[in-house]
């Protein structure tokens, strides 16, 4: 959560999940970040990036190697600029 004099103006949720290790990974967790926000008036001023920093830095502290999201069109340069990187993986799902 960010925040600024005293209300809040960001946000964003992460779950552990475990994951399968593979050739590149051998921790089996993968935390998934969902629902980034950050109110209009305070978008460009680096609260997204601090709220994905602080993030990070839980996962390291816990040896979690790995994140994945879905981004949106006003994320994606951000997350980019972080090192993230689209990759190709063979998801599928249904809606019940």
Same mark, same amino acid.
């Given at each position: 959560m960010a925040e600024h004099d005293g209300a809040?103006? =960001?946000g964003t949720g992460m779950i552990v999940v475990p994951w399968?290790? =593979?050739p590149? *990974?051998?921790?089996? *967790?993968l935390a998934w970040v969902f /629902?980034?926000?950050v109110?209009? #008036?305070h978008r460009g001023q680096g609260v997204g990036r601090r709220l994905m920093d602080a993030m990070h830095s839980w996962c *390291?502290?816990?040896g979690i190697e790995r994140l994945a999201? /879905? #981004?949106t069109e006003a994320g994606a340069r951000v997350y980019r600029e972080m090192g993230y990187t689209t990759v190709r993986e063979p998801?599928? *799902?249904i809606d019940l």
């Open positions: 809040v103006v =960001g399968s290790p =593979g590149s *990974r051998l921790n089996p *967790r /629902n980034v926000y109110e209009r #008036a *390291r502290t816990q999201l /879905n #981004a998801m599928m *799902r």
